[in-house]
């Protein structure tokens, strides 16, 4: 859209182009084919030549907009990149996928030399964190949850955070879990696949990572109890098959 002679008359009140000033006839003006604002081709960088060979023009703030509607979304939660998230690729698709979402803990993920998510193959295996849990799966993450609640690494997890240690905590962490809330959803079968039990845990191990530094004893914990949670994990998918 394209305009060098008058389309507004003196007596224009609107403002118009990034420089908010009303229509001046004596000036060059291009216009956003999705706002319908004018701008000055000074202001915007475009020449009346460079203009003329245009189909159309979309300004700076339509491009921005544009861009924040198509933002790439992982996984099959279909979320966008959340840098407090592990993430595995696929290697079939290339798509990304959260740890938590297919069922893969990231201390597991660095022992995979090839991993295929759940929508590129259809395998025993890759089923086992999809299908409903039973009564004895549920029997089994009893188990599991006790055991690590018996471990010595357990201590910083084993309850919420408190706030009066960690009085940020909840302002950083969006996603709180521990130990104390995954026996509760036992009890209540909140539960129906693998995949969620796995991406509560998956949540303690990630939250304490993201939230201290890797020479912490918080961190060390969450590395030692996340190991001895993948043989317990995988031991129990194979008692699955």
Same mark, same amino acid.
């Given at each position: 859209?394209?305009?060098?002679?008058?389309?507004? =008359?003196?007596? $224009?009140?609107?403002?118009?182009?990034? %420089? &908010? =000033?009303?229509?001046?006839?004596? &000036?060059?003006?291009?216009?956003?084919?999705?706002?319908? !604002?004018?701008?000055?081709?000074?202001?915007?960088? *475009?020449?009346?030549?460079?203009?003329?060979?245009?189909?159309?023009?979309? %300004?700076?703030? @339509?491009?921005?907009?544009?861009?924040?509607? #198509?933002?790439?979304?992982? @996984?099959? @939660?279909? #979320?966008?990149?959340?840098?407090?998230?592990?993430?595995?690729?696929?290697?079939?698709?290339? !798509?990304?996928?959260?740890?938590? @979402?297919?069922?893969?803990?990231?201390?597991?993920?660095?022992?995979?030399?090839? /991993?295929?998510?759940?929508? %590129?193959?259809?395998?025993? $295996?890759?089923?086992?964190?999809? #299908?409903?849990?039973?009564?004895?799966?549920?029997?089994?993450?009893?188990?599991?949850?006790?055991?690590?609640?018996?471990? &010595?690494?357990?201590?910083?997890?084993?309850?919420?955070?408190?706030? !009066?240690?960690?009085?940020?905590?909840?302002?950083?962490?969006?996603?709180?879990?521990?130990?104390? #809330?995954?026996?509760?959803?036992?009890?209540?079968?909140?539960? *129906?696949?693998? =995949?969620?039990?796995?991406?509560?845990?998956?949540?303690?191990?990630?939250?304490?990572?993201?939230? !201290?530094?890797?020479?912490?004893?918080? /961190?060390?914990?969450?590395?030692?109890?996340?190991?001895?949670?993948?043989?317990?994990?995988?031991?129990? &998918?194979?008692?699955?098959?």
């Amino acid at each position: 859209m394209i305009s060098t002679t008058s389309k507004a =008359t003196t007596k $224009d009140s609107k403002l118009y182009c990034v %420089c &908010k =000033t009303p229509y001046d006839e004596s &000036k060059f003006y291009i216009g956003c084919d999705l706002c319908t !604002n004018w701008y000055h081709g000074e202001c915007v960088g *475009v020449t009346e030549k460079e203009a003329l060979k245009m189909d159309d023009y979309i %300004c700076a703030e @339509c491009k921005r907009a544009q861009e924040g509607s #198509t933002e790439e979304l992982y @996984c099959i @939660c279909r #979320t966008p990149y959340d840098e407090a998230q592990f993430y595995i690729g696929c290697d079939r698709c290339q !798509n990304w996928y959260h740890g938590r @979402c297919v069922g893969i803990l990231q201390s597991e993920a660095t022992h995979i030399d090839v /991993y295929v998510c759940p929508q %590129c193959q259809s395998t025993e $295996d890759a089923m086992t964190v999809l #299908t409903p849990l039973t009564d004895k799966d549920y029997e089994g993450l009893r188990r599991i949850l006790r055991s690590l609640q018996a471990h &010595k690494m357990a201590w910083p997890f084993l309850e919420p955070v408190d706030p !009066n240690d960690a009085p940020d905590y909840y302002g950083v962490i969006k996603e709180p879990m521990d130990l104390s #809330t995954m026996e509760e959803r036992l009890q209540k079968r909140f539960y *129906v696949k693998l =995949t969620e039990f796995v991406a509560d845990m998956t949540k303690i191990f990630d939250n304490c990572r993201y939230y !201290n530094p890797s020479d912490s004893p918080f /961190y060390q914990c969450a590395e030692v109890l996340e190991n001895f949670f993948v043989q317990k994990l995988k031991a129990f &998918k194979a008692s699955r098959l």
